[in-house]
């Protein structure tokens, strides 16, 4: 038996498709969507608990993939680099799970690492490269 949390990001053709429904159906998985989201270029994000049989999670896994979904384990962190940041905002409105916010009384950006679920969308956009991934 495997469960693992884990990131996938959906090309806009595959939003509307029902593969996760598959990974139900054909797979004998079981899921518990943990967070979902539809980012400014419209790419789905989803993150999920993930569990079954060991080689139907592995079949499920590569279904996925086959089907153009990117896999990312949860394990990865984000960490806002503090010394880097000038608060210019950028990462704000990318964020797809309104885990980096403007304070409104500081006019500082937060970051809410609990809200976080490591989409990599702000280490990409960061223009001071302050939003780290770590292992
Ligand atoms: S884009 Fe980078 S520098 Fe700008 S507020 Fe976000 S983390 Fe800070
Ligand atoms: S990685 Fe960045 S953009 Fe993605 S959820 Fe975390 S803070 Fe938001």
């Known amino acids: 038996m495997v469960s693992k949390r884990i990131v996938l990001h959906f090309p806009s053709r595959l939003v509307d498709q029902p593969i996760v429904y598959k ?8 899921f518990n969507i943990l967070k979902a989201s539809v980012t400014p270029e419209e790419e789905g ?3 999920l608990e ?15 993939k086959s089907s153009g979904v990117k896999i990312q384990p949860l394990s ?19 964020c797809p799970v ?11 950006v937060k970051f809410d690492n609990e809200k ?20």
């Open 50 to 64: 993930l569990s079954g049989e060991e080689k139907n999670y592995k079949d499920g896994l590569e279904y996925l």
């Open 98 to 108: 309104q885990a980096l916010i403007v304070d409104p009384s500081t006019r500082k």
């Open 116 to 135: 976080c679920i490591a989409c990599e969308l702000c280490v990409k956009i960061c223009p001071s490269h302050a939003m780290e991934l770590h292992f």
């Open 23 to 30: 990974l139900v159906k054909v797979y004998d998985l079981n």
């Open 45 to 47: 994000l989803m993150v």
């Open 76 to 94: 990865e962190d984000i960490v806002r680099n503090e010394t880097k940041c000038t608060d210019c905002g950028v990462c704000v409105s990318m």
